[in-house]
């Protein structure tokens, strides 16, 4: 079926929820995982009059584990988890991401180790692709399962919360009895399988990952430019020197850069260059490998968390076992998003270091600040913006995994702050477009100030573009707009398909 994705529990990726949750692609249950979750179900309902106490089964959930729930009560217990769980703190998810966070937990539901009613996983499915979106509060997890937040989505599907629908925020049971979607009435584990998973912060670390896909690539255009800028060295990018080193993401990145500056006259030898550049320069190919090997690292392990059981207790349905476990624990992967910021920060930081440089003329044997005329202010302010970005990056950078409290009576005593590592991240990414379209500004503006300059084969495809956009700096205007062009150019250009079909980068 033309835009629709197949879910099975096993092979959900990054790019299929980005689909998902931009472009609204429809969704899929292959039929034979939900016919495990009808098994998996059934083997719920043989369980229930066992005298075996199961966490979040026939007993409480945290502190509450030592209360049993009998059989007559399933359904008012589990619709009371939803309630007393229903604690999210405001900005609410974008509708986008509330549609990521959906399709993450509908994915893991199919690993089928859950037990969820069935129902309840036909509900996910008719939510995306009716685009009747819960609306979920952002904050409020400790993110060892994200479950203040989550129960929004249990309370939109007994008909009690809030959804994004047709642009407009409705309550749930207005707009089920509208279009004829049956309300979920919860039973055995239900509230739990609903509450008890980390969909939220994967749902936004999907989007922000897929960001940090686009931004790696940005890196390398975006250093290019600026080495022409600067009529930098190009002995850095000397190949036998990463073949000495062999890190897989610094060989990437100067195929690219390379591929950019084919042609250039920053090849040209002049004796009047200095025999280095700044480090800001000179390093930046490994700098981005760094990145893109951080990203390979975080990515490759949070593949394992989209298509992984992650429920307590888990159903492991061919054993014939219902185990209290950790399973819901995010620590493996979400240890690379801490390393992702750190990254981030270095990329950040060597950007601000290269518009300061370009804006010297000690440095580019250019006008100081850019400026064509002495009469013109030019990037002579500019310098403020991007370096009070800088900061932020630099503090949002700093570690969350290690503040955690012990609660429930402390019997949950371990914890990640997993959504605010990837809220903090979705921010240091932001910043990051905003540092690059200033640096671009002024890596354009330096070219054309160099009068007798050839571009490379790739930095001239990107300059043209920029330039189609944005002109010349050749009197003084409000700057905001110039930024704010550019973070818009950025953002929704997409110069890699640019260059890819142009034939200078491989798909």
Request: hydrophobic content about 40%.
């Amino acid at each position: 079926m033309e835009n629709t994705i197949i879910l099975n529990g096993k092979d959900l990726t990054i790019d299929a929820i980005k689909k998902i949750a931009y472009e609204n692609w429809k969704v899929e249950i292959a039929p034979e995982s939900r016919e495990y979750i009808v098994a998996g179900r059934n083997k719920i309902f043989e369980l229930v009059d066992s005298d075996v106490p199961v966490y979040g089964f026939n007993t409480g959930v945290g502190w509450n584990k030592d209360k049993k729930v009998m059989k007559d009560f399933f359904n008012k217990y589990n619709t009371n988890l939803i309630y007393s769980h229903s604690l999210g703190v405001e900005p609410n998810c974008t509708r986008e991401e509330g549609r990521a966070i959906l399709v993450n937990r509908l994915n893991t539901f199919l690993v089928g180790c859950t037990g969820v009613a069935v129902e309840i996983v036909d509900m996910y499915k008719t939510l995306l692709n009716e685009d009747i979106i819960p609306v979920i509060p952002s904050r409020g997890s400790v993110g060892e399962a994200d479950i203040t937040n989550l129960s929004h989505i249990g309370l939109a599907i007994i008909g009690e919360g809030e959804v994004y629908f047709r642009n407009e925020i409705r309550n749930s049971g207005e707009v089920f009895k509208e279009l004829g979607i049956e309300k979920i009435n919860l039973g055995p584990k239900d509230g739990l399988a609903i509450v008890s998973s980390n969909a939220l912060s994967a749902g936004l670390y999907s989007l922000v990952l897929s960001d940090i896909e686009k931004l790696i690539e940005l890196s390398d255009i975006v250093y290019a430019m600026s080495l022409e800028a600067l009529n930098g060295n190009t002995s850095p990018l000397d190949p036998d020197l990463y073949e000495l080193r062999n890190f897989k993401g610094q060989k990437e990145s100067l195929k690219n850069v390379t591929s950019l500056l084919e042609g250039s006259a920053v090849y040209y030898q002049d004796w009047k260059k200095p025999v280095q550049d700044p480090l800001s320069f000179r390093g930046t190919v490994q700098l981005n490998g760094a990145l893109r090997d951080a990203y390979t690292y975080a990515s490759e392990l949070f593949r394992i968390q989209l298509n992984s059981a992650e429920d307590n207790p888990c159903l492991i349905l061919e054993k014939n076992k219902l185990i209290s476990c950790s399973n819901y624990e995010p620590i493996s992967w979400i240890l690379g998003a801490e390393n992702l910021g750190i990254a981030l920060s270095h990329i950040s930081k060597n950007s601000c270091f290269r518009i300061i440089k370009l804006a010297n003329p000690d440095f580019t044997k250019l006008p100081r600040f850019l400026s064509m005329r002495d009469n013109i202010l030019g990037y002579a302010t500019i310098q403020k913006v991007f370096t009070s970005l800088d900061a932020e990056v630099r503090h949002l950078s700093n570690p969350a995994t290690a503040d955690y409290y012990s609660l429930a009576g402390e019997i949950e005593d371990h914890a990640n702050n997993t959504v605010y590592v990837i809220n903090k991240l979705k921010k240091i990414v932001d910043n990051i477009f905003y540092i690059y379209g200033i640096e671009l500004m002024h890596a354009v503006q330096a070219i054309d100030l160099r009068t007798d300059w050839t571009l490379g084969k790739g930095s001239r495809k990107v300059y043209e573009k920029i330039r189609e956009i944005l002109p010349f700096y050749d009197e003084d205007r409000p700057i905001f707009k110039d930024i704010k062009i550019m973070y818009n150019f950025i953002k929704s250009t997409d110069l890699i398909s640019m260059l890819c079909e142009e034939g200078i980068w491989k798909e």
